[in-house]
């Protein structure tokens, strides 16, 4: 299934590119807003977009909310970003978890936002599980919803 980047993403991007590097706490605690800079597959340029990141037993992750998109193809190409979060820069390397991995983690992120009224409302357009979703449904979204450890680069 191909989801669509609802079209205001695009027309708020910039806002939230700004208000991110200015160091701006945005989204909820359990998955802070940050840019998320890639080198492009094709072009080879540097592509910044703000992600949510969600924190598990220490280990930082994000995941295609909107499934197949640019930054999840460039993010798999390149296998390493920086993480830009409060003026501070971190190279990371990006590791796309199988799907049996990936469905826990996936579970973890979107337990606090479907225990909310809006948050449920707000994902059933790109997520098909609802607060006590079986294991088994986390494993079907995590087919379409790709799931990246970001680990710190060690300094060379």
């Known amino acids: ?47 910044t977009t703000a992600v949510n990141i969600f924190e598990r037993d220490g280990v930082r992750y994000v995941v295609g909310t909107f499934g197949e998109t640019d930054w999840v193809r460039n993010l798999r190409a390149a296998r390493e970003a920086i993480l830009i ?13 199988p799907i049996e991995d990936a469905a826990p983690v996936l579970h973890d992120a979107l337990k606090p936002f479907l225990g909310t ?12 599980v609802g607060p006590g979703a079986p294991p088994a449904a986390y494993l079907d979204e995590a ?6 450890e970001l680990r710190p680069q060690r300094a060379a």
Do not use: C, K, W
């Open 117 to 128: 009224r809006f948050g449920s409302q707000a994902l059933r357009s790109y997520y098909d």
């Open 1 to 47: 299934m191909r989801y669509h980047v609802p079209r205001i993403v695009p027309l708020i991007n910039p806002l939230m590119h700004r208000l991110i590097g200015l160091g701006l706490r945005l989204g909820p605690r359990s998955a802070p807003m940050i840019l998320l800079r890639i080198q492009g597959r094709r072009t080879g340029e540097p592509r």
């Open 85 to 97: 979060e409060r003026g501070r820069q971190v190279a990371v390397d990006a590791v796309e978890l």
């Open 143 to 148: 087919r379409r919803h790709p799931v990246f």
